[in-house]
Antibody, heavy 119, light 111 residues
């Protein structure tokens, strides 16, 4: 069973870059799967941010594409998200997630971390 | 990209059956698998249906999924409703150019 744990700052200032980390346990990210990020603004629905494969190929939400960078740290078995030019609209719970097969189920989710954008 | 449209809310009594829909705006609903996730307040989503009609282990057979090409929609049906089924439900699919699409979610009230 893959377990995911997000970490990062709970508060980010407008225009800054958000950096989040997802620690993966129970599986080596170099072994496969599709590692991604999903967010949920307070009281609203789920929004896919992007996904990275174990080989480093990335798929990004077109509406966020110019602001996103998702990467893998094999040595730490972690997945990272950077989202630039943050605004209040980016305030959300950010989830790390993993899928065994692309085109199918999101198999595991982290517990999520709330990020608030405010000066 | 297409959109997945869900009703904002549905309600039904305990013991009854409820069906919620997820309508794809363009392209065939059959082109890509549809998943359904249950999300209780303060928790991460969990899968109740994957690949249109498959149940993960541990999900009771009260939960079932289907697709209807005539209405271009997917449906989640929950029979024998329990108060514990009260939650938000999201459908999810994929666009051919490697984009993940979520529906807006349906709030199920069991009253």
């Amino acid at each position: 069973q893959v377990q995911l744990q997000e970490s990062g700052p709970g508060l980010v200032k407008p225009s800054e870059t958000l950096s989040l980390t997802c620690a993966v346990s129970g599986y080596s990210i170099r072994g496969g799967y599709f590692w991604g990020w999903i967010r949920q603004p307070p009281g609203k629905g789920l929004e896919w941010i992007g996904t990275i494969t174990h080989t480093g190929s990335t798929y990004y939400n077109p509406s966020l594409n110019s602001r996103i960078n998702i990467s893998l740290d094999m040595s730490k078995n972690q997945v990272s998200l950077k989202l630039s030019s943050m605004t209040a609209a980016d305030t959300a719970v950010y989830f790390c997630a993993v899928s065994v097969d692309w085109g199918s189920n999101i198999d595991s989710w982290g517990q999520g971390t709330l990020v608030t954008v405010s000066s | 990209n297409f959109m997945l449209t869900q009703p904002h809310s549905v309600s039904e009594s305990p013991g009854k059956t409820v069906t919620m829909s997820c309508t794809r705006s363009s392209g065939s609903i059959a082109s890509n698998y549809v998943q359904w996730y249950q999300q209780r307040p303060g928790s991460a989503p969990t899968t109740v249906i994957y690949e249109d009609n498959q149940r993960p282990s541990g999900i009771p057979d009260r939960f079932s999924g289907s697709i209807d090409t005539s209405s271009n929609s997917a449906s989640l049906t929950i029979s024998g409703l329990k108060t514990e089924d009260e939650a938000d439900y999201y459908c999810q699919s994929y666009h051919y150019d490697n984009v993940v699409i979520f529906g807006g979610g349906t709030k199920l009230t069991v009253l």
